[in-house]
Structure formats: structure tokens, C-alpha cells
């Protein structure tokens, strides 16, 4: 593994923590990848089934408006621990410092995590929360996506990775300068 790989299961612990943490525990259970000293233990059945209950959990309370406001509260200093952790993990000894990468990857989560976070009430409040299972679903399968990715080809998982942040900081931006441009209009007219 390698700084790349890390850096990109960084990414999707923002959108949902326990997918890229199950995916690299079940890659090195499985021998597809090899982790480095205590971080071996990820592979071991007692950690891969507590991730799989947490993961659960997650998976539901994501999807029902106002219990996914609070999941992702509570997930805001989860989130980003997980993109350290995948970092550092990922990366392996003598790549780079071990404390450099682990706050790149919590960067690289938090920042994810804050788009999410910082969206999903005004999709909730635009779709009378009938958008929350649908986003929530979608985020679910792109974290899946981008981890798998991520283990097998971390160039092409990085690069979808910025293009998706990219159009959705776009998104954003652009829904915010409508919305400002309506309410200008609304009080000059």
C-alpha cells in the first residue's frame, strides 16, 4: 500500500467511516493487502464484526431525516479519525511521518465529511426528507466504489475522488448564488 491508497480511503471515511475501515479489514484478512504491525490486527474476525455492527448502525441512521443531522454530529469526530487511521494504515512504515499522514487523512475526511454534513440539511429540508435514503444510498455505494477502488487502483480512485469533491463544492456554490440571487430579487421587488 502507499500514500495515495491511504490518502484516497481517506476520502469515503468521510461519507460513511466504517465502509473503507471493513474494506481494508476484510483486504487484509484476505491477504489482497498487507498491513504493518499493530494495524494487522484489522484483519482479525473480532475488529471485522464489531465494523460490520457500527457500520449497520450507520447504514440506518443515515437514512431517516433529523436522526442523520444527529448521526452526523456524532460522526464528526469520527469521520476524520477514521481518514487518519485509513491514512496512516494504508501508507505503511517508512513512507512518510506517521504524524503528517494522519492529519492529511484527517483533512482529506473532514473535508469530505463538512460538504456532506453541510449539504444534507438543505436536501432534506428541499425534499421534505424524502431525498435522505437517496442521497444516503448513493453516498453509501461511492464510498464502497471509491474504497475498493482505492485498495486496487488508487490513481484512478484519487481522481474520481477530486472530480466528485470538485462538482460537488460546484453544486454548492452554485445552489447558493441562486439562492441568493432569489432572495435580492425577493426583497427588491
Given amino acids: 500500500m502507499d500514500v495515495l491508497t491511504g490518502l484516497t480511503l481517506a476520502a469515503p471515511a468521510g461519507l460513511n467511516a466504517y465502509i473503507p475501515v471493513l474494506a481494508v479489514a476484510l483486504a487484509q484478512r484476505f491477504g489482497w493487502l498487507q498491513l504493518s504491525g499493530a494495524y494487522a490486527r484489522m484483519g482479525d474476525w473480532w475488529f471485522i464484526a464489531l465494523v460490520s455492527v457500527l457500520l449497520l448502525v450507520e447504514i440506518v441512521a443515515d437514512k431517516v431525516p433529523a436522526v442523520d443531522h444527529v448521526n452526523d454530529a456524532i460522526q464528526t469526530i469520527v469521520r476524520p479519525a477514521a481518514g487518519g487511521l ?96 432569489r432572495k435580492a430579487d425577493a426583497q427588491g421587488g
Fill in 86 to 181: 485509513l491514512a496512516v494504515a494504508a501508507a505503511g512504515e517508512g513512507k512518510l511521518e506517521p504524524w503528517l499522514l494522519l492529519a492529511a487523512g484527517v483533512l482529506v475526511a473532514g473535508g469530505v465529511h463538512a460538504v456532506k454534513a453541510y449539504a444534507r440539511p438543505f436536501i432534506n429540508a428541499l425534499t421534505g426528507g424524502a431525498g435522505a435514503p437517496v442521497v444516503s444510498t448513493a453516498e453509501d455505494v461511492g464510498a464502497a466504489g471509491i474504497s475498493v477502488m482505492a485498495i486496487a487502483a488508487p490513481v484512478i480512485a484519487a481522481l474520481t475522488v477530486v472530480a466528485a469533491v470538485g462538482t460537488a463544492l460546484w453544486g454548492i456554490s452554485r445552489w447558493r448564488s441562486r439562492a441568493a440571487s
